[in-house]
């Protein structure tokens, strides 16, 4: 089993900053990747970012590359997910997803892109 907590979403204004943060507790070792998804009201859940356990290769979806970077630290088993120049399509619950023997989830996190 793996438990996931995000935390870090909140209201921004367009052009700002956020860091979302997943701290990963359970069977950590069986962690082959971990990733971040969002989905916005009436559309589907996309995946946005992810990144590999053993060698750190990271994903991301074309929407947010040059504005998204994913990091991990491995000694306090959390995954950051650092978003700039945010913009209002941006707007969604951010999902933390760690891709072991099953897939697991995070309660999610709201990040609201508004002036």
């Known amino acids: 089993q793996v438990q996931l907590v995000e935390s870090g979403g909140d209201l921004v204004q367009p052009g700002g900053s956020l860091r979302l943060s997943c701290a990963a507790s359970?069977?950590?070792?069986?962690?082959?990747?971990m990733g971040w998804y969002r989905q916005a009201p009436g559309k589907q859940r996309e995946l946005v970012a992810s990144?590999?356990?053993?060698?750190?290769?990271?994903n991301y979806a074309d929407s947010v590359k040059g504005r998204f970077t994913i990091s991990r630290d491995n000694a306090k088993n959390t995954v950051y997910l650092q978003m700039n120049s945010l913009k209002p399509e941006d707007t969604a619950v951010y999902y933390c997803?760690?891709?072991?023997?099953?897939?697991?989830w995070g309660q999610g996190t709201q990040v609201t892109v508004s002036s």
């Open positions: 359970g069977s950590i070792s069986s962690i082959k990747a």
């Open positions: 997803v760690a891709d072991a023997k099953y897939t697991y």
């Open positions: 990144i590999t356990s053993g060698g750190g290769v990271t």
